[in-house]
């Protein structure tokens, strides 16, 4: 329900809307909700999405990809690619072909409690975070600072309570922690013990897969339990663009589809830098070499759950600067959800970051337009949907917030326009018209939908001039500040049992406080 809690002495239809909106509604019934039908629209034409398709197995089959590990040779060699004199694997589009015919349609993201599991198939569109800001935004001192494993555990804390946030993806990375390998087993911890949501976390080596599957293992209850229900999986950026595997990432990969963990494949090269700079050129790489990782992850286990993620973003040519707010974005980020759709696998592509520093109107509007048309493409997963600034470089824990709001908005856009007799609502008209009081405000019809078709955004600011006055002029990141500290005063949902908390700092270095 919006905050703007201004009591009024009217009494009937804006008193009975109040009260209608206050009672909660079943899941089903929520104007959003995860998972909703994007796909409506698509930018680029049936034979445009096929052109692309072309060109994509044209580059595999004749420019291949540098650098594999001899792990990744080994298995790619064996399904069938091609390792010429020059060190670069070849992917004959025969063998392409069928890795599609038999990759994994449909992956489910699960979530600790089982309770915000998430399907990615189709064009079902899920929200979250994403991304590995170094710094941290303050909105009060308009500032910024390094990020610590605090910050990352407040954000999957407020990521837990907010509805629209459908994921947490890595948003940050613990700069307060200097080695590596605690670093990443910190990482899940805090993540893990902030909210029940599916995760997303990476690793910096091969070799610390093992302790980290380690500690998903106790805290699931046990292997088994683990492999059963997954909640964790591996954002890994397997490729380094233009056409290069990332040695170590791969073998992270390798180590993470053996234990079980669902794979992100991200390809996330900068247009006109490491990806050609038109819009189409930059498609066709991403998808080359996500369809390489395909492969790849195939070969290693047929069937493994893995999420093909298209992730080129745009530069300002001007400055050589990365632009992940501008219209191009969006357009890459919607072109790439076309793909997805094309081969039927599961996607996901970055939208709703912004390039402005702080929450302000160009960070709205840079938000919204990557989110809306992300939504209406159809990706399966938004990453990077909320609260982060200055091109990936800080995030806000106040953005986020006010992100859940905006993200309200564009699924609301993503549900789109149900057209059907109730909703043509030709008895309304007549009842209404013919004897009828003359509109429809406080109508049994009209309040038996004002919250199954209508999202209310909770901050969001609808009062007049005169209620917003008496309010004492509210601000918007007052207001999320003020929702920030609420959550954080209330322990975490999600927080280990003590039994296990005990288990897992006694087993590995846990730099959150007790």
């Not at 792990?71 to 072909?97: H, K, M, T, W």
């Not at 696998?345 to 509007?365: F, I, R, V, Y």
């Not at 500040?481 to 897992?504: C, G, H, Q, V």
């Amino acid at each position: 329900m919006n905050e703007q809690t201004r009591t009024s002495s009217r009494s009937g239809g804006r008193a009975a809307r109040r009260a209608a909106r206050a009672s909660a509604l079943p899941d089903h019934l929520r104007p959003v909700r995860p998972g909703m039908e994007g796909g409506t629209y698509k930018p680029l034409s049936a034979a445009d999405v096929e052109k692309i398709h072309r060109a994509a197995l044209q580059a595999l089959e004749t420019i291949g990809l540098a650098d594999a590990p001899q792990s990744g040779v080994d298995y790619l060699v064996q399904a069938g690619c091609e390792l010429g004199n020059d060190g670069r694997i070849r992917f004959p589009s025969a063998l392409v072909e069928d890795t599609l015919a038999k990759a994994n349609r449909s992956v489910t993201l699960y979530s600790r409690d089982g309770e915000t599991d998430l399907t990615l198939s189709g064009n079902r569109v899920h929200y979250g975070t994403a991304g590995a800001a170094v710094h941290m935004v303050d909105v009060t001192g308009r500032e910024y600072r390094d990020s610590t494993v605090q910050d990352l555990h407040d954000a999957a804390r407020i990521c837990d309570q907010l509805d629209n946030i459908h994921f947490v993806q890595r948003p940050m990375v613990c700069r307060d922690i200097t080695d590596n390998l605690e670093m990443d087993l910190n990482t899940i911890y805090a993540c893990c013990s902030g909210t029940f949501k599916h995760i997303g976390t990476s690793f910096t080596d091969p070799t610390y897969v093992a302790q980290a599957v380690e500690m998903l293992h106790m805290i699931a209850g046990g292997e088994d339990a683990w492999r059963t229900r997954p909640f964790v999986s591996n954002s890994n950026c397997f490729v380094v663009p233009p056409m290069k595997f990332a040695t170590e990432s791969c073998q992270v990969m390798e180590e993470c589809i053996k234990a079980g963990m669902p794979v992100l494949l991200l390809s996330a090269g900068m247009a006109g830098a490491t990806a050609p700079s038109t819009i189409a050129g930059a498609i066709t790489q991403a998808t080359a070499e996500c369809l390489a990782g395909l492969v790849y992850v195939n070969a290693v286990s047929p069937g493994a759950p893995a999420i093909f993620g298209t992730w080129p973003f745009g530069l300002d040519l001007r400055t050589g600067a990365m632009s992940v707010g501008s219209g191009e974005q969006a357009l890459l980020s919607a072109g790439c959800a076309q793909m997805h759709k094309f081969y039927d696998l599961p996607g996901g592509a970055a939208a709703g970051a912004s390039d402005s520093k702080m929450p302000d109107m160009q960070a709205g509007w840079e938000q919204m337009c990557s989110n809306v048309m992300a939504g209406l493409s159809g990706a399966n997963m938004v990453y990077e949907a909320a609260g982060m600034h200055s091109s990936l470089l800080g995030f806000c824990h106040e953005s986020l917030i006010l992100g859940d709001d905006l993200i309200g908005q564009a699924q609301r856009c993503v549900r789109g326009i149900e057209v059907t007799d109730e909703t043509l609502a030709l008895d309304q008209m007549a009842e209404v018209c013919l004897g009828g009081p003359g509109h429809y405000l406080g109508t049994d019809a009209t309040l038996s939908r004002m919250q199954a078709d209508y999202v209310y955004p909770t901050l969001g600011d609808r009062t007049s001039p005169k209620e917003w006055a008496e309010l004492g002029k509210p601000d918007l990141i007052e207001k999320a500040i003020a929702r920030k500290e609420e959550i954080l005063a209330t322990p975490s949902n999600a927080r280990f049992e003590p039994a296990l908390d005990a288990e897992l700092r006694s087993k590995f270095n846990i730099h959150l406080p007790a």
